[in-house]
């Protein structure tokens, strides 16, 4: 079974630069998450999604950052412009159902963005 | 709020000795607690988790965890470490307000020496 699989694994862009990043989840994964991971700390919730439903992004800055979720599969997470404090790695995951059911986040190899 | 906390950045031992990685909780209610591991360039990966029942959790590759409600800490366990479990280890606790969204602690790093 194919896992969660993400691109670009690596991204370096200069400031106010647009940078986009795709998730495909793990087949038939009804729920989506994209987390931000900054250097040293633990993962942090920007968006979640219940098939093509945003249920939770009160954590995305939504000054520059989106993400849209068509036909409930693929996901994209854009940030137009780009600041030097977006460096981070975007990690996707996907779950079969609830936490409180399943327990269990699959997640992508994650890409890291480097802004200049 | 809720929160978890690793109170240690990394922890070193030698291969074939126990090992342990500390967590403590902070929740309203009962929580759901987890532990994922983050090999180097990879994503997380799931170990074990703590919902309900007995207090002493196994989960993969030998890992196990026990909960203590008393002490609020789910601390990660294993009797023998190898070099191969070297890596970032992360604790979470289920979001009490949201219960699909996970709230990771800091990491800590495991170092495993021959």
Redesign the interface.
Known sequence: EA??VQSPRYKIIEKKQPVAFWCNPISGHN?LYWYRQNL??????LI?YENEEA??DSQLPKDRFSAERLKGVDSTLKIQPAELGDSAVY?C?S?LG???TT????????SRLTVL | AQSVAQPEDQVNVAEGNPLTVKCTYSVSGNP?L?W?VQYP??????LL?Y?TGDNLVKGSYGFEAEFNKSQTSFHLKKPSALVSDSALY?C?V?DMR?????I????TRLQVFP
């Open positions: 896992g969660v729920t040293g700390q633990g993962p942090e919730l979640r249920v939770d990690l995951a779950s609830l936490l409180a327990g269990e986040l699959f997640f992508g190899e994650g | 759901y987890f994922y360039n990879r994503g997380l990966q799931f988790k919902i992360f979470a289920r949201d219960t699909d969204k996970l990771f602690g800091t990491g």
